[in-house]
């Protein structure tokens, strides 16, 4: 079973920025497409971005674009999500998600962390 745990979230400036990571554990991280997704109170779960399981092709969500960057490194494990140029928009809670194949529907994706909160004040 794969185990994901994301850090790295906390209360920041617009305009700053903050860099998220998660850490997967049980399987090999390598196995699969990796993604962000974050959910405002009281609104669905929005697809912010992902990348395929080598790292060289990734997607965003049209909100995001230009600000945001996912990365990962397969032999630590590890995605991340560097967040730039912050809006209170962007204020929700981030979560780390695995699957197997594109696709921007939550539903789609099979194993998630427990999720980090983002605050950005104006």
């Known amino acids: 079973q794969l185990q994901l745990a994301e850090s790295g979230g906390g209360l920041v400036q617009a305009g700053g920025s903050l860099r998220l990571s998660c850490v997967a554990s049980?399987?090999?991280?390598?196995?699969?497409?990796m993604a962000w997704f974050r959910q405002a109170p009281g609104q669905e779960r929005e697809f912010v971005t992902t990348?395929?399981?080598?790292?060289?092709?990734?997607a965003y969500g049209d909100s995001v674009k230009g600000r945001f960057n996912i990365s990962r490194d397969n032999a630590k494990n590890t995605v991340y999500l560097q967040m730039n140029n912050l809006k209170p928009e962007d204020t929700g809670v981030y979560y780390c998600?695995?699957?197997?194949?594109?696709?921007?529907?939550?539903?789609?994706?099979?194993?998630w962390g427990q999720g980090t909160q983002v605050t950005v004040s104006s």
């Open positions: 049980g399987r090999t991280l390598s196995r699969y497409r």
């Open positions: 998600t695995a699957g197997y194949y594109y696709t921007e529907r939550p539903e789609a994706y099979s194993y």
């Open positions: 990348v395929n399981w080598s790292g060289n092709i990734t």
